[in-house]
């Protein structure tokens, strides 16, 4: 049941433009079920973004499939993600580059993504706790950053982390319903250049971390 659900969602997404065949299959290898809440998952292969708690939602597919396929990921290369949430979009990543880097705000989110990403075995993914606005220093430079919150402004402490021929993928705007999807790339000068792909609506980036030990 659930596998013909699949099958469906990769013909719906090829239909809606998402032509990069390894894509596809990366995403038809990741077991969506399993990064959803027990009650949703009759759902999983909905083309929709689903609660996960903590008001934080898994990413619609179809925008999982465009913003990968817009980060042309090439098999060597590491790639940071900023807002883990249930791991999804990480586990998408995993199967078409080196090593995924991700953070996630949340500690209790943090906690239960990785538990899930090593029972399900993605072992090139490394996740922690901690505000990806600041980056991750120790693992720089990043061919990849792909933010799956929305910001104003992308800070520069995260471009200073990329390599030269970086490419960054990131949902920009003030408000929820005045988002788009924005790819940054260099330039032959080496500055950064700019392009807004589509419209979206992505929960929004906040800085620092949560820890609900303390918050409650
Ligand atoms: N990538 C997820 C979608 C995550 S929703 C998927 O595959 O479905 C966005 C996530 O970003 C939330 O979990 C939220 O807590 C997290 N987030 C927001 N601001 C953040 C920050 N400054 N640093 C790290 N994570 C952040």
């Not at 817009?70 to 249930?86: F, H, N, Q, W, Y």
């Not at 209790?108 to 029972?119: A, V, Y």
């Not at 003030?174 to 609506?201: C, H, I, M, T, Y």
């Amino acid at each position: 049941m659930l596998e013909a659900n699949k099958v469906r969602l990769v013909m719906e997404l090829r239909q809606q433009g998402i032509t990069d065949q390894r894509v596809l299959s990366a995403i038809e290898r990741v077991p969506r079920e399993a990064f959803v809440p027990e009650a949703f998952h009759d759902q999983a292969y909905e083309n929709t973004a689903l609660p996960i708690g903590h008001g934080q939602t898994i990413s619609q597919p179809s925008v999982v499939a465009f913003m990968t396929e817009a980060l042309s990921i090439g098999p060597r290369m590491k790639v940071l993600e900023v807002g883990t949430g249930c791991g999804y979009q990480a586990a998408v990543l995993s199967g078409l580059c080196l090593r995924v880097y991700s953070i996630e705000r949340f500690q209790e989110l943090f906690r239960s993504t990785q538990k899930r990403l090593s029972e399900l075995r993605f072992n090139n993914i490394t996740i922690k706790w901690g505000d990806g606005l600041q980056g991750w220093f120790e693992q720089a430079p990043f061919d990849r950053l792909i933010l799956t919150a929305a910001i104003k402004e992308i800070p520069k402490i995260l471009f200073d982390q990329m390599a030269d021929n970086g490419i960054v993928i990131a949902p920009l705007g003030k408000r929820a319903d005045d988002q788009w999807l924005v790819k940054f790339f260099r330039r032959n000068n080496g500055e950064w250049g700019q392009e807004s792909l589509l419209p979206v609506r992505f929960v929004p980036m906040l800085s620092g971390i949560v820890d609900e030990n303390v918050d409650s």
